[in-house]
């Protein structure tokens, strides 16, 4: 048996250690990811001492450009939910929009809410809202729970600060500007799609009404030390759309003036992920903060909040990058790269179906990425012509594909809007699986058009 051979088995080896791992013994992400990189330099021959260091090396840098992008983006999200920004501008989509506009608007809203900040602090955000405007309308909780649902996830999925397309950004040196554009494009038809109009078509599936009345209470936003003025909608929109704003500005800015301007160096610092959240979060502390009255103990709260659950997410990734430099030491992505050249399977088809395998076998959706984008990052070298937006497109949109009962998220729709396991496989499985399928059909259509 060749070298290459023997060192592709190990590769794979690694990754069934670590599906193995997570479903079978129920280890943490983050310490399966340890073990399965570290044990598959261990097993190519290379010395504990140097094994330890390239996966400190691979931790290091897949969280250089990530973390910093995650943790302003949480601390955005944190003063956006905290000091009831998200909520009026919730309250403002949906108002008294006549019943068959609802799912429409909470999208929308949601779409714009849960692009600064985490699924799950989102969602729970929302959902006495939800709650809410079912009980006002008379409509069944999921007629405004599922497009909710929806919206959020296409965030999410799809566009960074988000923990699984920032780490896909960083694996493909990618650009945060043009992938947020792609994802835009992308994104938008598909929240149509998944959110209202599946939402009319699924809801012979529904079921039973769930009961209203055992909703969650909503919580009260703080009140400010010092009231002055309710939080503006328009200062709260403009908090949501002013990353993605300042990076599209910043990637057609750069592109279409001469290296070495005064006017080069400002674009160049508008597309900057993290310039440009950086900026965001000083706006959103004065606007939306000290505007309104909170006092700065109130604000740190608020942002120390918002950090919380980012703890876990941000030692996956770092594992994850360490899997992906073992990868690189042991030469395993460099035969990956030298066979790909023949592989009948397009680039960004074999990115979503190695991250939808993941998926399905480990439900993170950010795990799915950490592991997919150190597979099939060397098909970049192999297919020049690859744009490396849309391989993060690609990958991020498998790693949403077929959400089942090893999802926490699939727990969570369940739960909180009182379903049997059968409503949920109806309607969140079915929502996600569709998003997903209908990204990658956006992907390849965009891949027409778009090259390296």
Not at 186 to 210: E, N, Q
Not at 364 to 378: D, E, H, L, M
Not at 420 to 426: E, G, K, M, N, P
Request: charged share 10%; hydrophobic share 50%.
């Amino acid at each position: 048996m060749s070298t290459d051979v023997q060192h592709l088995l190990l590769g794979a080896a690694a990754v069934v250690v670590l599906v193995v791992l997570i479903t079978k013994f129920k280890l943490h992400p983050f310490l399966a990811l340890t073990l399965s990189a570290l044990g598959l330099g261990l097993a190519a021959g290379i010395a504990p001492g140097a094994t330890v260091e390239h996966f400190q090396d691979g931790f290091g840098d897949a969280l250089a450009s990530s973390g910093p992008t995650i943790g302003l983006g949480t601390l955005l999200g944190g003063i956006l939910l905290g000091s009831g920004g998200a909520d009026r501008i919730a309250t403002v989509f949906i108002g008294a929009r006549p019943v068959k506009w609802i799912p429409t608007a909470i999208t929308a809203a949601a779409l714009l809410i849960g692009m600064p900040h985490l699924f799950d602090v989102s969602f729970v955000m929302l959902v006495p809202l939800v709650y809410a405007v079912a009980k006002r309308t008379g409509s069944h909780l999921l007629y405004v729970g599922l497009p909710m649902a929806a919206g959020l996830y296409v965030s999410h999925g799809l566009l960074p600060p988000h923990p699984s397309p920032t780490l896909a950004v960083s694996a493909y040196d990618a650009n945060t500007g043009l992938t947020i554009m792609y994802g835009l494009l992308i994104g938008i038809p598909l929240a149509i799609v998944t959110g209202p109009l599946l939402t009319k078509f699924a809801s012979r599936w529904f079921g039973p009404a769930p009961d209203l009345d055992r909703g969650p209470v909503p919580q009260a936003d703080p009140a400010p030390d010092n009231q002055r003025r309710p939080v503006s909608f328009a200062l709260a929109l403009i908090t949501v759309l002013l990353p993605p704003g300042l990076m599209l500005i910043g990637t057609l800015g750069t592109s279409n003036t001469a290296e070495g301007t005064l006017p080069y160096y400002f674009f160049e610092a508008c597309d900057s992920s993290v310039l440009s959240l950086l900026a965001a979060v000083v706006f959103a502390f004065f606007a939306l903060g000290v505007r309104s009255g909170f006092g700065l103990g109130q604000l740190q709260k608020m942002a120390g909040k918002g950090l919380g659950p980012v703890g876990a997410i941000v030692l996956i990734l770092g594992a994850g990058g360490g899997l992906k430099a073992m990868l690189t030491a042991t030469g395993i992505d460099k035969i990956i790269s030298d066979y790909a050249v023949d592989w009948s399977v397009p680039p960004l088809l074999l990115a979503w179906l190695v991250a939808a395998l993941l998926r399905i076998c480990l439900g993170s959706a950010t795990v799915a990425t950490a592991a997919a984008t150190g597979i099939v990052a060397p098909l970049l070298t192999a297919y020049p012509g690859v744009s490396p937006e849309l391989m993060v497109l690609a990958t991020a949109s498998g790693a949403v594909m077929l959400s089942h009962v090893n999802d926490s998220g699939f727990w969570l729709f369940k739960e909180y809007f009182q379903l049997s396991v059968s409503q949920t496989f109806r309607t969140w499985t079915l929502m996600l699986s569709l998003q997903s399928l209908l990204s990658l059909g956006g992907v390849l259509l965009l891949s027409t058009f778009v090259g390296g």
